[in-house]
C-alpha cells in the first residue's frame, strides 16, 4: 500500500502562484508514475501533470504548460506542483495519484493510489 497526502493548497489572486507537495509513505518503492490531476465542481476529474519516477520524464495539459511545473525529491518520496500565472480556471480541488505500472497515463483509472486532495482557488 501506498499512501499519499498533499499539502500547499490556498487561495489566491489571479496571476498568483502556489506550490503543491505530495508525500508518499509505504511501499514507495513500487511507484512507477505520480500524477497530479484536479477536479472542479460538476466536471471530469482531469490530468494536470505527471512524472516518471526513475526516468524523471513530464507530461501537461496543455492549458498548463509553460505555467506549472511538476517535479521530484526521491530522498523525500515527494513530489512537487509548482503553480505559477494561475487563472481562475484553475480552481479545483487538486488531487495527487500514483501508479505501479510503467508509462505516464493521462486517466485516472491509470492510477492506483489517490490522495485526499487540496483545494485551490484562484479569485479574479
Known amino acids: 500500500q501506498v499512501q499519499l497526502v498533499e499539502s500547499g493548497g490556498g487561495l489566491v489572486q489571479a496571476g498568483g502562484s502556489l506550490r503543491l507537495s505530495c508525500a508518499a509513505s509505504?511501499?514507495?518503492?513500487?511507484?512507477?508514475?505520480m500524477a497530479w490531476f484536479r477536479q472542479a465542481p460538476g466536471k471530469e476529474r482531469e490530468f494536470v501533470a505527471g512524472i516518471d519516477w526513475r526516468r524523471g520524464s513530464t507530461s501537461y495539459r496543455d492549458s498548463v504548460k509553460g505555467r506549472f511545473t511538476i517535479s521530484k525529491d526521491n530522498a523525500k518520496n515527494t513530489v512537487y506542483l509548482q503553480m505559477n500565472s494561475l487563472k481562475p480556471e484553475d480552481t479545483a480541488i487538486y488531487y495527487c495519484?500514483?501508479?505501479?505500472?510503467?508509462?505516464?497515463?493521462?486517466?485516472?483509472?491509470?492510477?492506483?493510489?489517490w490522495g485526499r486532495g487540496t483545494q485551490v482557488t484562484v479569485s479574479s
Open positions: 495519484a500514483a501508479s505501479t505500472s510503467s508509462g505516464l497515463g493521462l486517466i485516472p483509472a491509470a492510477y492506483t493510489y
Open positions: 509505504g511501499r514507495t518503492f513500487s511507484n512507477a508514475a
